[in-house]
């Protein structure tokens, strides 16, 4: 898997790794600095 | 319609492989058997880690719920904000697929009038909440399988014919690639197998569950990596090399090349049906993932989680999907799919973490799996 990922476009690897930091931003956000439980999502079958 | 959950299986087409075939050829410098080949194997691996997971948790949500049991919350945060990523972008990565192919056909229509009408028509639909009927999902697929089977076949009987070029195995290796080549052509191809998972969605409905979901989900894998590695053998062997004029829609001009223009245009009309009859419910399943998170507090409510009051559709996340289905102007088709591969990689990747996660969670109780299936294969 790891060595898919290697060879990846490196545009995609940009666009990925901005939207992972924004994700950590936002979770951080929404746990109040990593104090509370982030919220479940819920997929109802 | 609005609570049910995502479901990325919808988008699985036997087509795919025909239709991404001069872009991901091209990445795998005309070496496709051997990148599906490649991907067939990783994915294998993968499916392992997704059957020994939906065994021990039959649940929905899929990778999400995995990371979120095996190893953290917060992870499993992270997770699923890559696969909206995904579905961000899934949409927009069928409509280019499929104006690409229009383009091609019709090279005196601007290309943005293609987009636009993919666009507005599927968001039209999705905002009506108007759905397909499964029996019409059944015919198309059917039909699809159809003119595959017959392009297997002028193509088989093409490379056979004593002017044909025989069988060889320059479709897995030739004297112009790499295997940088081969990698890079096996991470798009991957692209071809998203969606397998999607079985584990059944995973509430269906009988002995845990029995039958993982075998589902590794046969699934199975299947679909055999028959994309036998069409990419074929069709390589008609057009050697990873060269092409118009790699986007490489497949109408084999196919016009088989058989000439009727066969072409039976080609073309079940790429547009495909292309646009899986765009509806991508569309949908993103934004009704978008709903999910916003009406459990992921993103803001106010504006992901409402629905409109007369349609009961989230209307504001369709139209943000179909805005960024405009991308498909500037970007090529290989560009895109490795977007789409960031996500799903990721997913994919995480259920392998779980899997060790588990192992680890599970020490000194009668449940722990071996080390050769539970650390080593993921």
């Given amino acids: 898997m790891a060595w898919l990922f290697s060879h990846l476009d490196v545009h995609a690897l940009v666009l990925g790794g901005v939207w992972t930091v924004l994700g950590v931003v936002w979770l951080t956000v929404l746990t109040r600095g990593f104090r509370t439980p982030p919220p479940e999502l819920e997929f109802e079958e | 319609m609005a609570d049910r959950p ?18 991901f050829s091209e990445a795998s410098s005309g070496t496709l058997a051997a990148a599906y080949a490649v991907a067939t194997v990783a994915m294998l691996f993968s499916a392992l880690s997704y059957a020994k997971m939906a065994g021990r948790y039959p649940v929905a949500g899929s990778a999400y719920a995995y990371a979120r049991r095996a190893i953290d919350s917060r992870v499993g945060f992270l997770v699923g904000w ?75 009987r093409r490379v056979l014919s004593p002017d044909g070029s025989g069988v060889t195995i320059e479709p897995f290796w030739n004297p112009t690639t790499t295997v940088a080549a081969v990698s890079a ?73 088989i058989r000439g223009d009727l066969f072409a245009a039976v080609f073309l009309t ?10 509806v419910p991508i569309q949908a399943a993103g934004a009704r993932l978008m709903y999910a998170m916003g009406r459990d507090g992921v993103l803001p409510k106010a504006v992901f989680g409402r629905l409109h009051p007369r349609w009961g559709t989230p209307v504001v996340n369709l139209l943000i999907t179909g805005a960024v289905g405009t991308l498909a102007l500037f970007l090529t088709a290989s560009a895109s799919t490795s977007f789409i591969n960031f996500g799903a990689f990721t997913a994919f990747a995480f259920v392998n973490v779980s899997v060790v996660a588990q192992w680890w969670r599970d020490r000194g109780t009668p449940a722990r799996g071996t080390v050769l ?5 993921p």
């Avoid at chain 2, 052509?185 to 002995?208: C, Q």
Wanted: charged share 10%; aromatic share 12%.
């Fill in chain 2, 270 to 279: 079940m790429v547009i049906l495909a292309k646009f009859t899986a765009g």
């Fill in chain 2, 6 to 23: 995502p479901r990325a299986g919808v988008h699985t087409t036997p087509f795919i492989v025909l239709t991404t075939f001069g872009a």
């Fill in chain 2, 185 to 257: 052509g096996a991470a798009l191809t991957a692209y071809s197998f998203i969606g397998f998972d999607a079985v584990s969605t059944f995973a509430e409905e269906a009988r002995d569950a845990r029995r039958t979901i993982p075998r589902a989900i590794v046969l699934t894998a199975l299947c679909a990596g055999l028959v994309f590695v036998a069409v990419a053998f074929v069709v390589q062997l008609v057009h050697p090399g990873g060269v092409f004029d118009d790699p986007d829609a490489a497949a109408l001009d084999i196919a016009r090349l």
């Fill in chain 2, 82 to 156: 890559a696969v909206l990523l995904d579905y961000l972008f899934l949409p927009m990565v069928v409509w280019l697929y499929g104006s690409a192919y229009l383009t091609a056909q019709f090279p005196e229509v601007p290309a943005w009038v293609f987009v636009a009408l993919f666009i507005v028509l599927t968001t039209g639909l999705n905002v009506r909440g108007i759905t397909m009927a499964a029996r019409v999902n059944v015919v198309l697929i059917s039909a699809q399988f159809l003119v595959l089977g017959l392009f297997v076949v002028l193509y088989l």
């Fill in chain 2, 373 to 377: 299936g539970w650390v080593v294969a």
